[in-house]
């Protein structure tokens, strides 16, 4: 893993692509494989390039399992599990991937912790048996430990100037104050370093067991070839013990407006609401309101209002987020300071709007046709397509899933519409927080210092 | 170039081609995986035409390139490209303007109509021009005046690209963005916006015959246009050491950069492909030098790297960056960085380090079709910046070409901070507030070495 700071920014607009083969009817051509020794996997082949991804997740290995003295912890195993594993050392193991051009890399997220792997056909045993010590054998060798830490520090120390960063420091904070979400998932400058290589040996084996593995694979292999790779890399894995259970949380400080003052010129302002889990029966609703008010980009009404009409700002976007314990929708904006309030009173207003005038039919027909149309260009690369059938899985959804997504969008009528904006969008529920030096608002609470920073 | 794909003798993407009798050229990548595609418009005109004085006007064009035409109202554009099921945006760089639309195949003809309808007809409400010059105002304050170390970049640029285009941002700077009128505008617009002045890619479900009638029957209506000619100031050499310095309470962690001219593929390709690999034997992975030497086994930094840019119409860059270790000062990394370019000027770099380079970089090309825009974004990008068809396709057999002396030659003639290259590179600082002071008092009490 190599951490790299720069300043410079890099602007990537741009998604790659994959899909459909022989079966028509699906929008994947999904298939369960299922090797000797009981691991399971979704596949869509596709030989069309000499290309494979692979994707695999622990579900419920997140950093959601880190204490706050510790925090930083799976974050810092997603940066060491690909420097030295086996007989390899770190510098031995990235020079096998470089010389083979093989993509590794792990990640922590809140819930789970995931791996990704591309690579190129002719690369495959090699790629799958540097997956396989990564993923059994790391060795979190002291050299790359303190350097990945040391990369950590810098990474965080150089974010401290970023007023999104601080946003989103603030965020979890405020947001999911009282619950583990609310540490710093990349750690503070005084959790790093009291991570030692033993706890992230303690949490490899505790965590990323057989029992919690999910995994998706697409590209240039077929079923048989897989099932033995399966086993390969996964065979060993031991199952797990049971892990301490977490409570389910709404959002926090409902009806409050937080404010950290930043001599910048605009504001960045966050408004959060609960919302519902994706097994909810209003779930497809929820994307589809969401898709109208502010999901959409142009188009959308939060758009149309603050920036079409208004020039307030230079992108207004509303969604929803759903992790195992809690459940929100966020509009986020930014805008000069001077118009802060303009700007909330427009997401308020436009809150009211759809919640209590029925939207229009046509609305309602482009919304639908966006989000079945847009279904496919979300899978135009091989490591795009890998993701989403691990997530599909990690989310325990049915194997066709996809398939049925063009029926329930289709489903949503003007009254659910209606009904579910007055299930989420009630202004007493707004939580805002705001990085800047916002005008004319009042009964703020001023933030005057970072959390789960230092 | 940058990107990277294949076997030996292989094309890139095996893409197709043809000029309609206007001068559009337009080119196919075939990818029939799934039954969509994108569509983009490369216009070779960017913020380097600029007249002075009116700085970021191209890329606020492209904003108004979605504002109507006189048979579209504003947004309507995106409204449709949505309701299709498809994505659309635009993008401004120096050298050209570009726009796009990634949607079901069946789409395809609906949006070449459409694009080919805003080269020349466009047609702006008065208030959607004043609400949108506040939107770029936005943009700009969000993408570079919320953070210093953006204005820092600004100052640095222009710095090293006295009296050329380059050196103003693309987005323009606040003030003269504040100026100018829908007249600066139309004039631009009705200058550079011409069939002959652009390139129409398709990477996704289609062929090159399917395309050509759709082609004929929207952007071959347009007429040509005879262009303004293009000015090309140089830059003048310099003599004297540029080191900028920025000491801010936002940043915490210091960072070193130099930037300096290089060739771009246009104006020395042999050069240009040597600097690719050089790039490549520095910076590439993990295990190259820089990181290697410097991160892993000297441990003076904490990330160190070499970027060369040669995808330009005009001149090229080269980027030096690290943070340094604790201990260790912006001018100490700076010494070890030349070192290690030093050593590749005095003893040359290995066959081994050679030969990984190159295939790396061949491999890239193979990923490099593993994406729907992808091929038409890496032809867009390197076709209006200098390279052809067949530089970008025969790429992979280029870099192959590349030899130890090669790489050799171009680090000793563009890297050496004893001998520049034109002018003498750019350095910027960054630094902590507390730094700053500290160095003060360095400076002040000279002897007292236990100020850290």
């Not at chain 2, 003030?175 to 007249?183: G, M, P, S, T």
């Not at chain 2, 310095?245 to 936002?250: A, D, K, Q």
Request: hydrophobic content about 40%; some cysteine; glycine content about 6%.
């Amino acid at each position: 893993m190599r951490i790299i700071l720069t300043f410079f920014a890099l602007v990537i607009l741009f998604s790659p692509a994959c899909a459909r083969e022989e079966n028509k009817d699906k929008v994947l051509d999904i298939k369960k494989v299922v090797s000797e020794k009981g691991i399971e996997a979704w596949l869509v082949e596709d030989h069309s390039l000499p290309v494979i991804a692979l994707q695999f997740t622990f579900k419920g290995a997140g950093t959601i399992n880190e204490s706050a003295e510790k925090q930083g912890l799976v974050r810092l195993l997603s940066n060491t599990m690909d420097e030295g594993a086996g007989d390899l050392t770190a510098q031995q193991f990235q020079k096998a991937l470089g010389d083979h051009s093989i993509s590794l890399s792990f990640s922590a997220g809140r819930d789970d912790f995931s791996g990704s792997l591309k690579t190129l056909t002719r690369h495959k045993d090699k790629a799958f048996e540097l997956t396989k010590l990564a993923v059994n054998n790391p060795r979190f060798d002291e050299e790359p430990l303190e350097r990945m830490l040391q990369a950590n520090m810098a990474r965080i120390r150089t974010s401290m100037g970023d007023p999104d960063w601080i946003a989103a420091r603030l965020f979890n904070d405020i947001i999911y104050e009282g619950h583990p979400y609310a540490l710093n998932s990349g750690g503070t400058l005084s959790s790093l370093p009291k991570i030692t290589a033993d706890d992230l040996r303690h949490f490899h084996r505790k965590f990323l067991t057989r029992d919690r593995l999910v995994v998706g694979v697409t590209g240039d292999i077929t079923a048989d070839a897989l099932k033995i790779l399966l086993d390969d890399v996964f065979g060993s894995l031991k199952l797990g013990e049971t892990s301490a259970a977490f409570e389910d949380i709404q959002p926090q400080n409902a009806g409050q407006i937080f404010v950290y003052e930043k001599d910048i010129p605009q504001s960045i302002i966050s408004v959060t609401l609960p919302a519902m889990k994706i097994n909810d029966p209003d779930y497809d609703v929820l994307r589809v309101m969401n898709y109208i008010l502010g999901g959409g980009g142009f188009g959308s009404r939060l758009m149309e209002e603050a920036r079409e009409k208004r020039g307030l700002t230079y992108g207004i976007y509303s969604g929803t987020a759903h992790q195992n314990h809690v459940d929100i929708m966020k509009v986020s904006t930014s805008t000069k300071n001077q118009s802060a309030k303009e700007m909330i009173d427009i997401i308020k207003a436009e809150m009211t709007k759809i919640t209590s005038d029925p939207v229009s039919e046509n609305e309602l027909a482009d919304a639908k046709s966006y989000l079945i149309g847009s279904l496919l260009l979300s899978m135009t690369s091989t490591d795009k397509v890998a993701s989403i059938l691990a997530s599909l899985q990690a989310d325990d959804r049915p194997i066709d899933y996809l398939d049925e997504f063009e029926n329930k969008i289709n489903a949503v009528t003007i009254d659910d519409i209606q009904r579910v904006a007055k299930r989420v969008l009630t202004s007493k529920n707004m939580t805002t927080i705001i990085v800047g030096k916002p005008e004319g608002l009042s009964g703020v609470i001023q933030k005057d210092s970072l959390p789960n920073v230092e | 170039m940058t990107f990277a794909a294949l076997p030996a003798n292989a094309k890139v993407f095996n893409a197709e081609t043809f000029t309609l009798e206007n001068g559009l050229q337009v080119i196919v990548v075939p990818n029939h995986r799934a039954p969509v595609v994108t569509h983009m418009a490369w216009y070779k005109v960017g913020a380097v035409d600029e007249p002075q004085g009116l700085s970021g006007m191209a890329h606020y064009l492209e904003h108004l390139l979605f504002k109507g035409t006189k048979t579209l109202a504003p947004g309507e554009f995106s409204r449709i490209v949505k309701r299709l099921g498809g994505n659309d945006n635009a993008f401004t760089g120096q050298d050209y303007t570009a726009y796009f639309q990634s949607i079901a195949k069946q789409h395809l003809p609906e949006m070449m109509r459409m694009e080919a309808d805003r080269m020349v007809n466009l047609q702006v409400p008065p208030e959607h021009f004043k609400s949108e010059k506040k939107v770029v105002l936005e943009e700009r304050r969000q993408r570079t005046e919320n953070d210093p170390k953006g204005l820092f970049g600004e100052q640095m640029r222009s710095a090293l690209f006295a009296n050329h285009a380059y050196g103003t941002p693309v987005i323009g700077w606040m003030h003269e963005i504040k100026e100018y009128e829908w007249d600066d505008i139309q004039k631009f617009y009705n200058s550079w916006y011409a069939p002959n002045n652009a390139i129409v890619i398709i990477s996704g479900d289609v062929t090159a015959d399917e395309v050509r009638p759709m082609a004929e029957a929207s952007y071959g209506q347009i007429e040509p246009k005879e262009l303004p000619k293009r000015l090309n100031s140089k830059v003048p050499p310099a003599i004297g050491k540029t080191l900028m310095t920025l000491s801010h309470e936002t940043i915490h962690q210091p960072v070193w950069q130099n930037i300096r001219l290089a060739p771009s593929y246009g104006q020395n390709r042999q050069d240009s492909l040597a600097l690719q690999v050089l790039e490549e034997i520095m910076s590439g992975s993990a295990t190259t030098r820089l990181y290697q030497n410097l991160v892993v086994d000297q441990k003076r930094a904490i990330s160190v790297g070499l970027s060369y840019s040669g995808s330009a119409r005009y001149t090229g860059v080269i980027t030096l960056y690290g943070s340094p270790a604790q201990g260790v000062t912006l001018e100490e990394l700076a010494a070890d960085v030349q070192a290690q370019i030093k050593a590749v000027i005095k003893d040359g770099v290995t066959q081994d380090e050679i030969k990984d380079a190159v295939q790396r970089l061949q491999d890239s090309a193979d990923y490099a079709r593993d994406s729907l825009s992808g091929p038409a974004m890496t032809i867009g990008f390197n076709m209006l910046t200098g390279s052809t068809l067949d530089d970008i396709e025969n790429w992979p057999d280029d870099i192959a070409g590349v030899t130890a002396e090669d790489v050799k030659r171009v680090a000793a003639l563009y890297l050496d901070d004893d001998n520049p290259w034109r002018r003498v590179s750019v350095t910027g600082h960054l630094l902590p507030i507390s730094e700053k002071e500290e160095m003060k008092a360095d400076n002040k009490e000279a002897k007292n070495e236990g100020v850290e």
